[in-house]
């Protein structure tokens, strides 16, 4: 008994510090996309609020908790509350299989550094993701608005292009590792890291994640400048901060995942381990910004053809070659 | 294969390209810490200018109040001993005003002008009401030798045209002599 209630302090404790640093770092993360991209643009970026803008964050949490939140007379009104709650909690659920160390030893009691060690772990992250795009289309739905609806619409279309390949682009991992669980996968990273023997897929899943995470240039369900914001036109206040909050955890989470499946995880020298995982999730979304100040748009048709035609053949002959080398 | 080779060689230079940009300085131009000198005749605060001389410009003739398409122009019209008019009191509506310098072009003596200032926000809107006291500058503006008595002769009770205060001989039109 005694045993039970200590292990589920510590699960508590764990969650708690985990949904912590998470929605810090999610308000961080903007931060960091808005200087980026400003220096990507030769501006400055925010630097009003505190020293470097730092207090920004925090400056746009009090604004978007006190803004008034508005549900159209014409939405459908328990859909249209529900959707942004979609969005956020998939997105932070997603974390609980990524581990950001090995084992911490208090008191004699070994406490893995993972929430949960799920052996489907990552089969877990493809469902919670998928989950994810129905908040996108509920509230592109309930909203009752044609830019809201091609927003939704646009989200559930772009998923079925990117979601086989990114679900294809891991299984040379998964052969690699021999295990569907995240934290066999750092472990079968012990030597070296997967990128190194799976550039291809690599680059598939940082283009699937990319579209995962509805941002340009695959950010056609928001489309500023065609559908006003998408799916979140009829939002504000701290539901459209649900929305924003669930893109950058997103965010957060694909960056994790880059770095547990192909740079190793938590795995490098000197520095503890969750510090090497946050420096890579960081590493891995500055490129993803880099991307954002770089590429336009993408047209639907095109990323229809780029998933179905290219994508996915592929990540197919990249998954026969890994057998292929695997079975000699 | 070709067009491949061609997309990869269009990504790779774009993302050279803005890669570089991270090592520009930005081009942002801070506001309040730098100001940037507006043109002369950029078009913002309005002033009521003096002649060379030092008195008021306006005649208190109305036109620029006529022309003001959202009418936050009003006064109030008199007349001096020697027959001229002047502007009893004179109102603009900043809260109202769309700076679109129609009165400056509609003014025949230059009085009435704008200027760069721009900075001229109130957190009450009656303070953004000004009266004649605060639109009245002590210097000529833009149009810097005008003065419209000089030329402006009109025959009035006090005298015929060329006779007035200040006020030189008509010319003639006729000739191009000095």
């Avoid at chain 1, 008994?1 to 810090?24: A, E, P, S």
């Avoid at chain 1, 999610?26 to 803008?53: C, D, H, M, S, T």
């Avoid at chain 1, 609980?96 to 160390?101: D, N, R, T």
């Avoid at chain 1, 559908?227 to 206040?237: K, N, P, Q």
Wanted: aromatic letters at 12%; charged letters at 20%.
């Amino acid at each position: 008994m005694l045993n039970w209630i200590v292990g589920f302090t510590i699960l508590i404790v764990k969650l708690g510090v985990v949904l912590l640093v998470l929605l810090l770092l999610a308000a961080y993360l903007v931060w960091l996309e808005r200087k980026f991209l400003a220096r990507l643009q030769i501006r400055y970026g925010p630097n009003r609020a505190g020293k470097f803008g730092l207090l920004q964050p925090i400056a746009d949490t009090i604004k978007m908790l006190t803004k008034e939140d508005i549900v159209p007379a014409a939405a459908d009104r328990f859909i249209f509350l529900l959707a942004p709650a979609v969005v956020a909690t998939t997105a932070l659920m997603m974390f609980a299989v990524v581990p950001f160390g090995s084992h911490l030893t208090l008191w004699g009691r070994q406490i893995p550094l993972v929430i949960t060690d799920l052996n489907v772990g990552l089969l877990y992250v493809f469902a919670l993701s998928s989950l994810g795009v129905y908040g996108v289309a509920m509230g592109g739905w309930a909203s009752n608005s044609k830019y809201s609806l091609l927003g939704g619409i646009r989200g559930a279309a772009q998923m079925i292009s990117y979601e086989l390949a990114l679900g294809l682009s891991l299984v040379p991992v998964v052969m690699l590792a021999g295990s569907f669980s995240i934290v066999d996968i750092v472990n079968a990273q012990a030597k070296y890291p997967f990128i190194i023997v799976q550039p291809f897929a690599f680059v598939i899943f940082m283009i699937s994640a990319m579209a995962e995470s509805k941002r340009i240039p695959f950010d056609l369900p928001e489309a500023e400048n065609e559908l006003g914001a998408g799916y979140h036109t009829e939002y504000s206040g701290i539901r459209f901060g649900l929305f924003f909050l669930g893109e950058y955890v997103h965010l957060q989470i694909l960056g994790a995942l880059v770095a547990v499946l192909f740079l190793g995880g938590w795995r490098g020298p000197i520095l503890p381990p969750p510090v090497w995982l946050f420096m890579k999730m960081i590493f891995v979304a500055l490129i993803m910004i880099w991307v954002r100040g770089t590429l336009p748009r993408l047209r639907y048709d095109q990323l229809m053809a780029l998933g179905w035609k290219v994508l996915i053949p592929l990540a197919l002959v990249n998954i026969m070659v890994t057998g292929a080398i695997l079975l000699i | 294969m070709n067009d491949a080779v061609e997309a990869v060689k269009a990504l790779a230079i774009g993302f050279a390209t803005t890669f570089k940009h991270l090592f520009r300085k930005p081009i942002t131009e801070e506001y309040p810490e730098y100001k940037r000198p507006l043109p002369a005749r950029s078009r913002a605060r309005i002033i009521l200018t003096r002649d060379p001389d030092g008195a008021e410009r306006c005649v208190a003739c109305y036109l620029c109040s006529a022309v003001c398409p959202v009418s936050c122009i009003s006064m109030q019209s008199a007349e001096n001993e020697d027959g001229r008019r002047y502007a009893q009191w004179f109102r603009i509506n900043f809260a109202r005003c769309i700076y679109c310098g129609l009165c400056e072009e509609a003014c025949p003596t230059s009085a009435i002008q704008l200027t760069p200032e721009f900075e001229n926000c109130e957190n009450d809107i009656l303070a953004l009401v000004y009266e004649k006291k605060n639109l009245l500058v002590d210097h000529q503006g833009k149009d810097k030798e005008y003065n419209y008595y000089k030329y402006a002769g009109v025959a009035t009770e006090v005298g015929k045209k060329g006779e007035h205060v200040k006020e030189e001989r008509p010319v003639n039109i006729k000739s191009n002599l000095p």
